[in-house]
């Protein structure tokens, strides 16, 4: 059984900076696609960003939706079994639960929710304007 516990999340004014991160449990992390996901009130949960393992000598591949993209940053550490989420230059749009999740199985594109078998808790993430 996998286990993801997130933490970092906060109220932040426009234009700050946040880092989530979510420890997982299980010894073949490496292995694992991870992903953040969040939901705003009234809204579906939607994708934020992925990474999945390339290979030892590699850091892993990246997926992030438009909106995210050149602000925040996905990464993992094996080591630790840890997945981050660097989020920089925030805007209000980003408010919402943020959201840890693991595919072991790797069978379904990285941007889809239903193919995330684990979840964390999640974290909630303000900013104001």
């Known amino acids: 059984q996998v286990q993801l516990v997130e933490s970092g999340g906060g109220l932040v004014q426009a234009g700050g900076s946040l880092r989530l991160s979510c420890a997982a449990s299980?010894?073949?992390?490496?292995?694992?696609?991870m992903a953040w996901f969040r939901q705003a009130p009234g809204k579906e949960r939607e994708f934020v960003a992925a990474?999945?393992?390339?290979?030892?000598?590699?850091?892993?591949?990246?997926y992030y939706e438009d909106s995210v993209k050149d602000r925040f940053t996905i990464s993992r550490d094996n080591a630790k079994s840890t997945l981050y989420l660097q989020m920089n230059s925030l805007k209000s749009d980003d408010t919402a639960v943020y959201y840890c999740?693991?595919?072991?199985?790797?069978?379904?594109?990285?941007?889809?929710?239903?193919?995330?078998?684990?979840w964390g808790q999640g974290t909630q993430v303000t900013v104001s304007s």
């Open positions: 299980g010894r073949t992390f490496r292995l694992y696609g």
């Open positions: 999740a693991l595919d072991p199985y790797l069978t379904s594109p990285p941007r889809t929710v239903g193919g995330y078998e684990y």
């Open positions: 990474i999945r393992w390339s290979g030892d000598s590699g850091s892993g591949v990246s």
